[in-house]
């Protein structure tokens, strides 16, 4: 079936640094993506979104890229702060124009930035 | 606050107790999603409305969950006769278009 994975379940950055974590899709028909963060106790944090007719968005901070030929899904974070410790989960979602909303996640990577 | 909340925050119930939650979207938002999330996964999607149509349910929802949002507002999650399995984060979402935000989640222990 359809699945969304990462590539490490743990990752630890020097505070300063860019980090970048990694995301494998499956299902070609996926057309828009999502990044969450997740800190201890709270509920997922929206941080940016990217459709599939795009290869790259940049936020405050953050870029997602899209590689759709090896269906791989990547967030960089620029000079690391202590408070982008949590886990970052990818969401894939199938038919997002309306028709299917379900958002499908991978387990999570758990970003820690060292001081 | 205008995000999404959900109450109780947690719930500690014994085994065959019947338990509900509350979500109340974001005021404009007329998508509403409901997750579980187990430690060290990701949200699993249970089910979805748009206003007060249920339009998704998940082969996870069982016979002994049921969700409503009568109004279109906010919705109620259900699980009747809980098991131990019940035991996670149930995590509420709402949306206007694809993006979808989450509110704290309800943290559910089945004794």
């Known amino acids: 079936g359809e699945s969304v994975g990462l590539h490490l379940p743990t990752l630890s950055v020097q505070e300063g640094d860019n980090s970048i974590i990694n995301c494998a899709y499956s299902n070609s028909a996926s057309d828009y993506f999502i990044w969450y963060k997740q800190e201890s106790g709270k509920g997922p944090q929206f941080i940016i979104d990217i459709r599939s007719n795009m290869d790259k968005r940049q936020g405050q901070r953050v870029t997602v890229l899209l590689n759709k030929t090896v269906k791989h899904l990547s967030l960089q974070i620029a000079a690391t702060q202590p408070g982008d410790s949590a886990v970052y989960f990818c969401?894939?979602?199938?038919?997002?124009?309306?028709?299917?909303?379900?958002?499908?996640f991978g387990t999570g990577t758990r970003l820690t930035i060292i001081p | 606050d205008t995000g999404v909340s959900q109450n109780p925050r947690h719930k500690i119930t014994k085994r065959g107790q019947n338990v509900t939650f509350r979500c109340d979207p974001i005021s404009e938002h007329n998508r509403l999603y409901w997750y579980r999330q187990t430690l060290g996964q990701g949200p699993e999607f249970l089910t979805y409305?748009?206003?007060?149509?249920?339009?998704?349910k998940s082969r996870l929802l069982s016979d002994r969950f049921s969700a409503e949002r009568p109004k279109g507002s906010f919705s109620t999650l259900e699980i009747q006769r809980t098991e131990q399995g019940d035991s996670a984060m149930y995590l509420c979402?709402?949306?206007?278009?694809?993006?979808?935000?989450f509110g704290p989640g309800t943290r559910l222990t089945v004794t």
């Open positions: 969401a894939e979602n199938i038919g997002s124009n309306f028709g299917n909303e379900k958002l499908t």
């Open positions: 979402a709402s949306s206007l278009t694809e993006e979808q935000y």
């Open positions: 409305f748009q206003n007060e149509a249920q339009l998704e």
